[in-house]
């Protein structure tokens, strides 16, 4: 299958400070991916969908101003957590989908394990 | 509209046996089925998916079976291994590459030797 990189794998970062995640398609293009959230044992939340070349499109309840999202090539979209708190600790992961004849295909990346301290 | 939901929470199966986990979703505009699978602190892997052309897709232990008067899809493991403890999820969406996927709440497997 389509292979989806994401990095870093997990970050510990100060309260107040920003951190930004990247996604990568590694072999495909992909001019839509997703960010979702997932806190532990449960699943995953869309948060984002992030487009290339235009603004993102946000879920009710996800904060736009705390939630960066830059889409700014065909393989690669960030996610940038800005005056992060302990609260917004969490595994942050992104998802593109790939063209596969008449189906696409939903691939993730591995996460990223956030946590404020 | 929107809702996936997954059953059971939780499942536990001898080693050898088939693990069963069922999803049914509302919305009729959906017509992709993936079926994920989640180790702890990884990201969800692609295990089969299914449009509703078909009832049926297998892949392997893993089978997709689909009821699409019902609204229901299950996956089937058969022969199920102790590394096949994971976290399951179903999802849904429209197929086209701009949708995101709704993912149903997921399935804790536990294989037991």
């Known amino acids: 299958g389509a292979v989806v990189s994401q990095h870093p794998s997990w970050v510990i970062c100060k309260s107040g400070t920003s951190v930004k995640i990247e996604c990568r398609s590694l072999?495909?293009?992909?001019?839509?991916m997703f960010w979702y959230r997932q806190f532990p044992k449960q699943s995953l939340m869309l948060m984002a969908t992030?487009?290339?070349?235009?603004?993102?499109?946000?879920e009710q309840g996800v904060e736009k101003d705390k939630f960066l999202i830059n889409h700014a090539s065909l393989t690669l979209s960030t996610l940038t957590v800005t005056s992060a708190h302990p609260e917004d600790s969490s595994f942050y992961i992104c998802?593109?989908?790939?063209?596969?004849?008449?189906?696409?295909?939903?691939?993730f990346g591995q996460g990223t394990r956030l946590t404020v301290v | 509209q929107q809702q996936v939901k997954q059953s059971p929470q939780s499942l536990i199966v001898q080693k050898g046996g088939i693990s069963i986990i069922n999803c049914a979703y509302e919305?009729?505009?959906?017509?992709?089925f993936p079926w994920y699978q989640q180790f702890p602190g990884k990201g969800p892997a692609l295990l089969i998916a299914?449009?509703?052309?078909?009832s049926e897709k297998k892949e392997g232990r893993f089978t997709i079976s689909f009821n699409k008067s019902a609204k229901q899809f299950s996956l089937h493991i058969m022969d199920s291994q102790p590394g096949d403890s994971a976290t399951y999820f179903c999802?849904?969406?429209?197929?086209?590459?701009?949708?995101?996927?709704?993912f149903g709440k997921g399935t804790t497997l536990s294989v037991s030797s």
């Open positions: 999802a849904a969406s429209k197929a086209q590459a701009g949708t995101a996927l709704i």
């Open positions: 998802s593109a989908r790939e063209y596969q004849g008449a189906r696409t295909e939903a691939f």
């Open positions: 299914i449009r509703p052309d078909v």
């Open positions: 992030s487009n290339e070349g235009s603004k993102a499109t946000y």
């Open positions: 919305n009729t505009a959906f017509d992709y």
């Open positions: 072999d495909f293009q992909a001019t839509t």
